[in-house]
Antibody, heavy 124, light 107 residues
């Protein structure tokens, strides 16, 4: 079955860019109809949706992060990427990627496959 | 953004208890409401989607109901492996938003 694995630097300096990759295995990222989402969770806190990208490349972002975030897909590598610019300590969190299946034009059935998450700390 | 409010924030229960968690949306979201379970150090796991559909592999003791603004997650007979934090999430519009979580602890 499909598995997701996040990777990237565990430590990022303030004002720099956080770059993470979600590797998709067990299936082609471009087959089927899916949104690929990024979600984050500060230690001891709740879940925050960052944004998502459709297989075609169409994106939606959380307005609270929209000016700093970019999500892209590389079908040749079967990967989804997250870039978050000008990070601060408030961006310290566990970052998850997740799959959101679409069926019959509806993509509202929840995120059914999640990566294990990767911890990112923003500190000098 | 649609605000999601869960209650209670935490609860203590015993194995075998029936547990109900509620989630309220700040506006009508039809039935576009999902429930996740998260254990410490693990990723969330989808339990219920579109308010009442049981995700494949999720135990049948979990059930969901509701529409509009008010939703519930029920665990019919609490098992030891159910002690976790539960989140609701609306999928009516973007940005997707989550409730603050309900931690189910052992009594």
């Amino acid at each position: 079955q499909v598995q997701l694995q996040e990777s990237g630097p565990g430590l990022v300096k303030p004002s720099q860019t956080l770059s993470l990759t979600c590797n998709v295995s067990g299936g082609s990222i471009s087959s089927g109809s899916y949104y690929w989402s990024w979600i984050r969770q500060p230690a001891g806190k709740g879940l925050e949706w960052i944004g998502r990208i459709y297989t075609s490349g169409s994106t939606n972002y959380n307005p609270s992060l929209k000016s700093r975030v970019a999500i892209s897909v590389d079908t040749s590598k079967n990967q989804v990427s997250l870039n978050l610019r000008f990070v601060t300590a408030a961006d310290t969190a566990v970052y998850y990627c997740a799959r959101n299946p679409c069926s019959g034009g509806s993509c509202q059935s929840g995120m059914d496959v999640w990566g294990q998450g990767t911890t990112v700390t923003v500190s000098s | 953004d649609i605000q999601m409010t869960q209650s209670p924030s935490s609860l203590s229960a015993s194995v075998g208890d029936r547990v109900t968690i509620t989630c309220r949306a700040s506006q009508s979201i039809s039935t576009y409401l999902n429930w996740y379970q998260q254990k410490p150090g693990k990723a969330p796991k989808l339990l219920i989607y579109v308010a009442s559909s049981l995700q494949s592999g999720a135990p049948s003791r979990f059930s969901g109901s509701g529409s509009g603004t008010d939703f519930t997650l029920t665990i019919s007979c609490l098992q030891p492996e159910d002690f976790a934090t539960y989140y609701c999430q609306q999928s009516y519009s973007t940005p997707r938003t989550f409730g603050q979580g309900t931690k189910v602890e052992i009594k």
